[in-house]
């Protein structure tokens, strides 16, 4: 099997960071993995791979670390450990080896990062992901890569496995997170419009599944309204991505836009509307719970199997 001699390890187990992990092992790899719920990296191992019981235990043992968990916060635990005691794996990876960060965070953050890692003598390359679970699972997604050409040629084989494009953006850190949090821009506000445009439907007595026919083969389709309404015609609100996520990203793009003054008007009503979500009681569901926040209207109960 192809690039056995490199050895890759990949944090976080979730949605999609279990498909990715699973499209390194297809390639021929066989992944280092933790998850802080251990039975996962354990049942993930049982198929091929390792799981590791600690970051020390996966930076010690890898070439390339990919790092898959929701936030900048969470990337600094698994790098330096809680409060930096140490305990993450910067302190082993060996010298030369790549930190592949998947999460969307601020841009400037990872600059930082970039910095700090070169400090310690590691590679890093920015490189946040879109696509959801399935694209995840099947080696189908995007990533949004931002790095030095060292860095690159180390994990490209890595990149590849994982993702069936992957952009190079710029050869140093920020272009792929600023890339990324236009593209959650306009998730986030055509999730927010499908959800506006379903509850209007609703509102008007309009039956959901002919509403939801009609749009998805015409011009006001999207993506998201095609995707995430579905999930409302079902009444099934699991997070896949919850409306948190949203409240976080579209706070990214505000902020970013923010430093040079420039004005997001629509960003900012989608914004508003998960965190009214988000406070009604709804951070944990589905980010398309976000048409709950709208009132007078009957939504879809969940689907039962029959007996």
Not at 48 to 75: K, R
């Amino acid at each position: 099997m192809p690039h056995t001699h490199l050895k890759v390890g990949l944090i976080g187990l979730g949605a999609m960071g279990k498909g990715m992990a699973g499209s390194l092992r297809r390639a021929g790899f066989a992944p280092y993995v933790f998850d802080v719920r251990v039975e996962a990296a354990q049942d993930f191992a049982k198929d091929g791979g390792h799981a590791c019981a600690s970051l020390a235990e996966l930076g010690a043992a890898c070439d390339v670390v990919v790092s898959v968990v929701v936030n900048a916060v969470q990337t600094e635990e698994v790098l330096f450990g809680k409060h930096g005691d140490g305990t993450g794996c910067a302190a082993t990876m060996k010298p030369g080896s790549v930190f592949v960060m998947c999460s969307t965070v601020d841009p400037n953050w990872s600059v930082a990062l970039e910095a700090r890692l070169e400090q310690l003598g590691l590679r890093y390359v920015d490189a946040p992901i879109s696509g959801g679970a399935a694209k995840a699972a099947s080696g189908d997604m995007t990533m949004m890569t931002a790095a030095k050409p060292e860095a690159y040629a180390q994990c490209e084989p890595m990149l590849n496995a994982m993702a069936a494009k992957v952009y190079k953006l710029g050869d140093h850190a920020g272009a792929g997170s600023k890339v990324k949090i236009i593209n959650q821009l306009l998730a986030g506000v055509h999730i927010a419009a499908a959800a506006e445009a379903m509850a209007l439907g609703l509102r008007e007595g309009v039956a959901p599944e002919a509403l939801y026919e009609v749009i998805t083969h015409s011009a006001g389709n999207s993506w998201m309204f095609e995707n995430r309404m579905a999930h409302v015609l079902a009444g099934d609100y699991t997070p896949l991505s919850a409306v948190d996520i949203f409240v976080k990203d579209l706070g990214l793009v505000l902020d970013m836009a923010r430093v040079s003054k420039f004005p997001l008007p629509l960003s900012s009503t989608a914004h508003q509307m998960f965190m009214q979500a988000s406070t009604a009681g709804f951070a944990r569901e589905d980010d398309s719970a976000v048409i709950k926040i709208f009132p007078g209207i009957e939504l879809p109960s969940a689907k039962t199997p029959s007996a």
